[in-house]
C-alpha cells in the first residue's frame, strides 16, 4: 500500500484471481477425493485457507489451498486414525508452523538440499499416480481393502486388471489428452477445466457408463450438497484420539514440515519471476493460521500451491488481493454451481491427478540428475526417492537430510587442507605479473622454522585432518597461515589447544598469520588468543617470518650460553652475553 495501489492493478489482480479460482477447481476436489476425504472438504480447503494464505503471507502472490503433495500422507492419516485425527493433526501441524515461524526457523528450511526435495517430490508423485490406477482403468476391486505397501498395493492392482472398464479408461486417456494438449491452444483457460467440462457434457448426453462423483454404476445417485462452509469443532472422540497421541504428534510433524517445504519453495518460486522478496517466517506463520482456522471448517492440510501461484503471476496478480479474489471466486462457484459436480466423472479426476503427478516428478531433471550430477548428490536423491515410494515421506525426508548432511561434510573434509609450505613453490611462475605477493617462496624461511598453510573451514569434520597433518613435527617455531580458513567451530578450537599443549612441551613456539574475522570471533571468545598469545599472532607472512627469525635466534643464544655455563668457562659467558647485551 506504501507504493500505491491503483485501479489497474486492481483490475489485473481481479482478473488473475478469477482465473486461479477456476483453474482451483478441478484441482480441489480432485486433492480432497484422491485423499481419503470428500469432495466438499477439498473446495472448503481451497476457499478458507486460500483467503487466510492471501491475507497473512509472507509473498505478495502466493496461493494457498490443498496440493498433491499431502495426498500421500493425509490419505494414510485418515486410514489410521480417521477424519477426527486428521483434523486434531492439521490444527497442530499449523502450530508448529506458527512457532517455526515464530522462531525463525523458515530461514534454514530454505537451506534443505535440493536433491532431498527433488528425491521426495519424484517419490510423491509415483505414489499418487500408482494411486489413481483403480480410477484411471475403472478396475473392479470389490470389498477388498487395498494394501498401504506399494509393492503389495502394485500386485493387488494387476490381479484385478482382468476386469478394466475401457468406457472409464478411454475418459481417462481423454481427460489427459485434453490437459495435455489445451495449453498449446491457449494459455488462459486451463486444460483441467476443459477436461472436466467436455467429459462431464459427453457422459451425462452420451449416458456413458462411468462413475462419477455422484453416483457409482449400477447404483443410485447420491445428492451432493455444496453450501457456505460452517464454522464446527473438528473433534468429538477425545478417549480414541488421546489414546493414538503419539501417532497424531508424528502426522501433525509430517504434515508441518512438508507444508514447511513447499509454501517456501513455492513463495522462492515467486520471487523469481516477480523480481520480490519474499518474507520466510512471515510465510510460515501464515501457513500455521490457515491450518489451525481450516479445520474448524472441515477443510485438510494446505500450503502454498507452485502451479496456482506461477497461474496468478502469469496472468498479472501481483498483490494478495489477487489471491482473496481466488477464494471468493471458489466460494461464489459452490454456492452457485456446486449441485453439478456430482457429475463429474471420477476418471477425470484421475486424469487430472495423472498429469499433475507428471509435472510434479519433474522426470527430465529427474533422469539427467541421474546421469549428470555427482555421485553423492544422486545417491542422496534416489534413497531419498526409494525411501519416499515404498516407506514413507516421514522416513524419506530425515534421512535424506542426515545422509545429506553427512555427504556435505565429507565434501567439506575433502577440501580442507593442512600442508607444510615451507620453500614451495606458488602456484604463479616468477614472471606472472598476478603472482601472489604472499607466496611463500618470495621469502626465506629460517632454519628451524616451518609454516603450515591451513586452507578450508576447520570443523569437527577437519579437524582430525589438522591433528594428524600437524603431528610428529618438531622445530622451534611453527606458523600456520589462516589467510584461507573463513570459519572455525569448537572442535577446530579443541584441535588448536591440542597442538599448543603439545608445543609447550617441546619448546615450540606457535605464530598464528592472517586469521579471518570468524575464526578470529571464535578464538577470542573461548580465550585462545590468550593462550596463543597476542604477540604471537600477525597480520601477514611478512610480519611473522622475520618474527620468527628472532625467536630462533634467541633460543639458540640462550642455547649457547648454558652450554657455556654446563663447561664453566664464565668468561666466554660474560662476553657472550655483554654481546647480546
Not at 477424519?83 to 528450511?109: N, P, Q, R, S
Not at 605479473?433 to 578450508?456: I, K, N
Amino acid at each position: 500500500m506504501h507504493e500505491g495501489y491503483t485501479a489497474k492493478q486492481l483490475l489485473n489482480d481481479t482478473i488473475a484471481g478469477i482465473i486461479v479460482g477456476i483453474v482451483a477447481l478441478p484441482l480441489a476436489i480432485a486433492f480432497g477425493m484422491a485423499s481419503g476425504v470428500t469432495a466438499e472438504q477439498g473446495l472448503y480447503t481451497a476457499i478458507i485457507a486460500g483467503f487466510l494464505v492471501s491475507v497473512f503471507s509472507g509473498s505478495r502472490v502466493q496461493v494457498g489451498g490443498p496440493t498433491g503433495a499431502f495426498i500421500v500422507i493425509v490419505y494414510g492419516i485418515v486410514q489410521a486414525q480417521g477424519i477426527e485425527g486428521l483434523m486434531l493433526a492439521t490444527i497442530l501441524a499449523g502450530v508448529l508452523l506458527i512457532l517455526m515461524g515464530l522462531c525463525g526457523l523458515g530461514t534454514f528450511i530454505k537451506f534443505i538440499p535440493y536433491p532431498v526435495t527433488l528425491g521426495f517430490t519424484s517419490g510423491i508423485a509415483v505414489v499418487i499416480a500408482v494411486s489413481q490406477v483403480p480410477q484411471f482403468f475403472g478396475l473392479v476391486l470389490g470389498s477388498e481393502k487395498t494394501p498401504a505397501e506399494f509393492v503389495m498395493k502394485m500386485l493387488f492392482f494387476a490381479n484385478h486388471f482382468n476386469c478394466v472398464n475401457y468406457w472409464t479408461l478411454a475418459v481417462s486417456a481423454f481427460s489427459v489428452a485434453v490437459i495435455l494438449l489445451t495449453p498449446k491452444w491457449t494459455k488462459r483457460v486451463p486444460g483441467s477445466l476443459v477436461a472436466v467440462f467436455l467429459c462431464s457434457i459427453a457422459v451425462a448426453v452420451f449416458h456413458i457408463p462411468v462413475d462419477t462423483i455422484g453416483q457409482t454404476v449400477g447404483k443410485e445417485a447420491v445428492p451432493l450438497h455444496l453450501d457456505l462452509p460452517v464454522f464446527a469443532f473438528p473433534v468429538s472422540n477425545w478417549n480414541r484420539l488421546f489414546a493414538n497421541m503419539s501417532s497424531i504428534v508424528n502426522a501433525a510433524v509430517a504434515i508441518a514440515m512438508l507444508g514447511a517445504i513447499e509454501s517456501l519453495l513455492s513463495a522462492v518460486v515467486a520471487d523469481g519471476m516477480t523480481s520480490t522478496k519474499h518474507r520466510s517466517n512471515t510465510e510460515l506463520v501464515a501457513q500455521g493460521i490457515a491450518n489451525v482456522i481450516t479445520p474448524f471448517y472441515g477443510g485438510i492440510p494446505a500450503t502454498g500451491a507452485i502451479a496456482r501461484t506461477a497461474t496468478n503471476i502469469r496472468n498479472g496478480g501481483r498483490t494478495p488481493v489477487a489471491g482473496v479474489v481466488h477464494a471468493v471466486t471458489l466460494l461464489g462457484i459452490v454456492v452457485f454451481f456446486g449441485k453439478y459436480a456430482a457429475m463429474i466423472p471420477l476418471a477425470v479426476l484421475a486424469g487430472i491427478l495423472i498429469t499433475v503427478a507428471l509435472n510434479m516428478s519433474e522426470y527430465r531433471l529427474f533422469l539427467r540428475t541421474i546421469y549428470r550430477a555427482p555421485k553423492s548428490d544422486t545417491s542422496v536423491m534416489l534413497i531419498t526417492f526409494f525411501l519416499t515410494v515404498f516407506l514413507d515421506l516421514t522416513i524419506a525426508i530425515p534421512v535424506g537430510l542426515v545422509l545429506a548432511s553427512f555427504l556435505f561434510m565429507r565434501r567439506m573434509e575433502h577440501e580442507f587442507g593442512t600442508g607444510l609450505a615451507d620453500n614451495q613453490l606458488c602456484q604463479f611462475s616468477e614472471d606472472d605479473p598476478h603472482e601472489d605477493p604472499a607466496a611463500l617462496r618470495l621469502f626465506d624461511v629460517p632454519d628451524g622454522v616451518h609454516v603450515y598453510e591451513v586452507s578450508g573451514a576447520l570443523f569437527f569434520g577437519a579437524a582430525g585432518k589438522f591433528q594428524a597433518a600437524t603431528s610428529g613435527n618438531t622445530c622451534r617455531v611453527l606458523i600456520f597461515r589462516m589467510r584461507k580458513v573463513p570459519m572455525m567451530d569448537l572442535t577446530g578450537v579443541n584441535a588448536i589447544e591440542e597442538l599448543l599443549h603439545k608445543a609447550e612441551k617441546d619448546k615450540t613456539t606457535v605464530i598464528f598469520t592472517a586469521i579471518q574475522r570468524q575464526p578470529m570471533s571464535v578464538m577470542e571468545r573461548y580465550g585462545l588468543i590468550e593462550k596463543i598469545g597476542r604477540q604471537n599472532i600477525c597480520d601477514t607472512i611478512v610480519e611473522a617470518l622475520p618474527y620468527a627469525a628472532d625467536i630462533v635466534e634467541e633460543q639458540l643464544a640462550r642455547e649457547k650460553e648454558a652450554k657455556l655455563l654446563e663447561s664453566g668457562n664464565s668468561a666466554n659467558f660474560l662476553v657472550n652475553l655483554l654481546r647480546r647485551k
